[in-house]
């Protein structure tokens, strides 16, 4: 095939479709990887017929599951798919917890373990030129990264508390990962959407009802949250950034703080013994 695809996970959600259609519009050839393939297929028909471009491919992926992960790039490598962009878009934050099925808590090992799994399995079919773009947080300033980082527990578990520590643990893997592969000619972004109006802010209590009212009125819409990560996906005019953290059309460096801190160090050594567990 020889093609230059993006790859958007999550391409089913509220943010993830609006990048999907997005990219379709500019009559660029999209891979959406989605876990639900049954409830991804008419999202895809819609933006085929609504851009007028059918070079939408959908393909199974769940990332808490490092064996799909496996299986999805091996179906690219297979197809012979080159990659132009990855928009490592799909997340989750859990109301309880719960563990994936290779045994991590759900938020850290969908979120971080296994976005970095898929990141790190594609980057041999990328090029100078490619680019990769995780999705961060604003939660990532209430996330706190200690020994204890892989190894929550029901006792333990608060949503936020997991989600923002996932959040801050990928923006800090996206500060390294820009450096350790700098020298290829690849990018290396994050993009935070801000607050968008999606399931996934919906507590599922007594206070569902107040929030759509009071405050869904002021938050972005999916296709506002998706302008950072498409405009560091796509735009021309940010071929050469590396390292920084995407707002809609403005961007800034990754703080220091979280390139070079202990925790930094420790979380990154900590993560490539896993990763390598992953691959033995």
């Not at 991804?40 to 085929?48: A, C, G, K, T």
């Not at 801190?261 to 990154?268: D, F, H, P």
């Amino acid at each position: 095939m020889n093609k230059d695809y993006y790859i958007v996970t999550g391409a089913n959600g509220s943010i993830g479709q609006a990048i999907t259609e997005a990219l379709a519009a500019q009559n660029l050839p999209v891979v959406m990887g989605c876990r639900n393939i049954a409830k991804s297929q008419p999202i895809r028909q819609r933006i085929i017929e609504k851009t007028g471009n059918s070079d939408i491919l959908l393909l199974p992926l769940d990332l808490a599951s490092f064996q799909s992960i496996s299986h999805f790039c091996k179906q690219l490598a297979e197809t012979g798919i080159s990659i132009k962009a990855l928009v490592n878009n799909a997340g989750v934050m859990c109301k309880d917890f719960g563990k994936t099925v290779d045994g991590f808590e759900t938020s850290i090992g969908v979120n971080y373990i296994g976005t970095i799994f898929l990141t790190e399995s594609l980057i041999p079919l990328m090029h100078p030129g490619s680019r990769i773009v995780m999705t961060t947080s604003l939660t990532r300033y209430i996330g706190k990264i200690d020994s204890s980082f892989f190894s929550d527990s029901p006792r333990t578990y608060k949503r936020f508390k997991a989600y923002g520590k996932s959040k801050l643990a990928l923006t800090m893997y996206t500060a390294h990962l820009s450096t350790k592969i700098r020298d290829k000619g690849i990018s290396v972004n994050a993009a935070d959407p801000g607050i968008v109006d999606s399931d996934m802010i919906t507590m599922h209590s007594w206070v569902d009802p107040l929030a759509n009212f009071f405050f869904r009125p002021f938050i972005s819409s999916p296709r506002k949250g998706a302008i950072g990560a498409i405009y560091a996906a796509s735009a021309p005019d940010t071929d050469n950034i590396t390292g920084e953290i995407f707002t809609k059309h403005r961007h800034t460096p990754i703080p220091a703080k979280w390139r070079k801190s202990r925790q930094a160090l420790w979380l990154q050594n900590e993560t490539e013994k896993i990763i390598a567990g992953i691959r033995s």
